[in-house]
């Protein structure tokens, strides 16, 4: 039986250590692993799946020493779950001082959300023009569908949804999987198609991966796209990907309205803080002891 030989990765933790801790600094938000290794590939690591297997454990081993930032490597498939609780009143208002949040899209002229095929670190910008994010996960199931032809179907305004996904056949067929929502419950959906777009492989010189022969819908796309390879989207530089989803939900919202629910929320913030002002007023000369 021939040996395979293993494989010798090409730098010492040292170094890694110190390239990565790089990459994590030029950007605001945590990255994936898997995005992370991307910018490593663009710096000249082969682009192997064994090679993204040894780096996820070297990772692993660096951040347990301490030489590689947990809190800048997220993980968006494996955060626990669990209701919010408190040890009492005064604690819960302290913590919801400064988390109550302004619906800022009320009032906009169409309601957006983001699908997304991969988790990668976006959440800051749905955060910040409020709208809803599906991402990772790939292809969604019918209950996933369900639920969101609920959703749509309670806001009685046009529904816009901005997908980002792999250039690849089942990249581009989950784009076409979306309609289900218009077939199976008859909502008019427009789905827009932010990232990945054949351009794209030009204008940032994505590197390539090998399409899955065993996809079955490999042989159209190879035919359609005249393309033998595939695109990931965790290719593309973090701040890119943020900036073109960021410009598509914005051409797709009235930015004044946006900004008028922007300085209404300041306003809210100030009465909520007054409310919380005025209840622990109140509860303390109720309760001189605080005992619960």
């Given at each position: 039986m021939k040996k395979t030989s293993r494989y010798k990765f090409p730098y010492s933790d040292i170094e890694l250590a110190g390239k990565v801790n790089s990459i994590l600094s030029e950007y605001r938000d945590p990255l994936t692993l898997r995005q992370v290794?991307?910018?490593?590939?663009?710096?000249?690591?082969k682009n192997e799946k064994k090679v993204y297997s040894n780096l996820s454990g070297k990772l692993s081993r660096l951040r347990a020493q301490g030489l590689v930032p947990w809190e800048k490597i997220t993980d968006m498939k494996r955060l626990p779950e669990k209701d919010s609780s408190w040890t009492s009143p005064e604690e819960f208002f302290k913590d919801v001082s400064g988390a109550y949040k302004r619906?800022?899209?009320?009032?906009?002229?169409?309601?957006?959300?983001?699908w997304c095929e991969k988790s990668v670190a976006i959440r800051r910008i749905t955060n910040k023009y409020d709208v809803n994010l599906l991402a990772g996960g790939g292809y969604r199931s019918s209950t996933a569908i369900y639920e969101a032809a609920k959703r749509f179907k309670s806001v009685g305004k046009p529904?816009?949804?901005?997908?980002?996904?792999?250039f690849d056949p089942s990249g581009l067929d989950i784009e076409r999987d979306i309609g289900r929502v218009n077939k199976l419950f008859d909502i008019e959906v427009d789905v827009q198609r932010v990232l990945l777009v054949p351009s794209d492989i030009r204008d940032y010189k994505l590197l390539p991966s090998p399409v899955k022969i065993t996809d079955p819908r490999t042989a159209a796309y190879i035919k359609e796209q005249g393309l033998e390879n595939a695109y990931e989207l965790?290719?593309?530089?973090?701040?890119?990907?943020a900036t073109r989803l960021e410009n598509a939900i914005c051409r797709n919202m009235n930015m004044d309205l946006y900004k008028t629910q922007l300085a209404k929320w300041e306003e809210d913030k100030e009465e909520v803080a007054e409310f919380i002002e005025a209840w622990n007023g109140h509860k303390s000369s109720a309760n001189p002891n605080n005992n619960y």
């Open positions: 290794y991307y910018r490593l590939v663009a710096l000249g690591l619906d800022l899209q009320q009032g906009q002229p169409k309601y957006i959300e983001v529904v816009v949804i901005l997908y980002l996904g792999d965790d290719a593309l530089a973090p701040d890119i990907l």
